[in-house]
């Protein structure tokens, strides 16, 4: 805590529009939204807020850097933010995830973030591994705290988002990729996904090291796979490969742009051949960009393909270019589509809405000319909740022609 014993609290005064926000539940106050405020913040430290009448509204933390200068964590009633409190607030992320999974599931988002009411911060299980992702610098100070409330009961890894990376090191000696809490780690950790082994690269990985929340999507194509040949575009570590592969997928090709992602997808199925249909399946990797592929290649189709790009919006000025970007992506996909073919397609891109995503899908399908049926869309899975605008950002979208 960086509060000192002689400072007053930090009390801050912000515009009406925001009031209504933060009143309706909202949980970011961005700095041109602050008024007042009795004394400059600190990062990391409470600020409380009050409305025009003087009344509590919100308190939260503040962040001096972050244009979301403060990140709420608890609106209405006046609350003490104590250490019962963040014992509570622990004791509800895991409540709501305690019937989700079995034995078989030993991966899985604990914390997430804003939805969970902790803004910029996630918790990942990985078997007996978790891993705890800072968004915001404002965690920092508080982490010895953090650490003994989320550590678990095996190894605790840090990992930091790029922008914050620097002052970690600088201010608090913390460094991406650092173990917290148990024994040291050198590679990869392996835990399983409904029954399916694989490894995630907590340490250096992409996010927290593996893409917890397409787990229901994974499911889903493994029930389409079955005889069919499947490409997997932007593959990752293959999530989506191995469980075409164990639904009977004859063929699949994960294509990724990184090779490192696609050394993690062959060892994914490596670990995997006690699964006689991951055993017989033939899977190839394709280092490549999938955008480039899918202009210059061939006449090669495939029965089922399944695309999951990252975020192509990561601001709202990216967003027309993103829409022209999925619908190229779909239109090629479309064009290496075997007749009566399924297309999977997703979007992480939270300044794409699921209707805009899911109209856009639609309409290339229809300028195509074939014949389709919607099989279904999804958005997030239980352990992934969104409870704000910002923090939708998951969707799908199944469609299968028949011709
Ligand atoms: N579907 C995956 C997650 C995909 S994450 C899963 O279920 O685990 C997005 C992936 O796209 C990353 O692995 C990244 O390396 C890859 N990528 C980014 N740009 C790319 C491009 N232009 N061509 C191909 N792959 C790309």
């Not at 009977?248 to 249909?277: K, M, W, Y």
């Not at 923090?391 to 799908?396: A, F, I, Q, T, V």
Request: proline fraction near 4%; hydrophobic fraction near 40%; include cysteine.
């Amino acid at each position: 805590m960086t509060e000192g014993p002689a400072k007053p609290s930090l009390r801050l005064r912000i515009t009406a529009a925001a009031e209504t926000i933060v009143r309706g539940g909202h949980p970011w106050v961005f700095a041109q939204s602050v008024r007042e405020q009795n004394r400059p913040g600190a990062t990391g430290e409470l600020a409380v807020i009050f409305d025009r009448n003087n009344r509590f509204l919100a308190v939260g933390l503040y962040d001096a850097q972050s244009p979301i200068r403060v990140r709420v964590l608890h609106a209405g009633k006046p609350q003490q933010i104590d250490s019962q409190w963040w014992q509570q607030r622990t004791a509800a992320a895991c409540a709501i995830r305690q019937n989700l999974f079995d034995s078989q599931t030993t991966g899985y988002r604990c914390i997430n973030g804003e939805n969970d009411g902790w803004p910029g911060l996630v918790l990942d299980q990985y078997d007996t591994t978790r891993v705890l992702k800072l968004y915001t610098a404002a965690w920092l100070s508080r982490l010895d705290e953090m650490v003994v409330l989320l550590k678990g009961k095996g190894r605790l890894v840090l990992r930091l988002s790029r922008n914050i990376q620097k002052q970690a090191h600088d201010d608090f000696a913390l460094d991406d990729g650092q173990i917290l809490h148990g024994a040291p780690l050198e590679g990869p950790v392996l835990f399983m996904e409904n029954g399916l082994r694989f490894e995630a690269d907590v340490l250096r990985g992409q996010k927290t090291g593996f893409y917890l929340d397409q787990r229901e999507n994974r499911r889903n194509v493994e029930s389409l796979a079955q005889g069919r040949s499947v490409l997997n575009l932007f593959s990752y570590s293959g999530g989506f490969s191995l469980y075409a592969a164990r639904g009977g997928a004859a063929r699949v090709c994960s294509l990724d742009i990184s090779e490192h992602a696609l050394a993690a997808a062959r060892r994914n199925f490596a670990l995997n051949q006690g699964h006689p249909t991951v055993a017989q399946c033939r899977h190839e990797t394709l280092q490549t960009d999938a955008f480039l592929w899918l202009r210059q290649n061939p006449d090669e189709r495939f029965d089922l393909i399944v695309f999951d790009p990252p975020s192509l919006a990561k601001r709202e000025t990216e967003k027309e270019d993103a829409l022209a970007a999925y619908a190229k992506l779909i239109e090629a996909s479309l064009a290496r589509l075997q007749k009566n073919g399924i297309l999977v397609a997703a979007s992480c891109s939270a300044h794409v809405s699921a209707d805009e995503f899911f109209n856009l899908t639609r309409a290339a399908a229809q300028k195509s000319g074939r014949k389709f049926n919607e099989l279904r869309t999804t958005r997030h899975p239980a352990d992934h909740p969104a409870t704000f605008p910002e923090g939708e950002y998951l969707k799908c979208i199944y469609l299968g022609f028949v011709d």
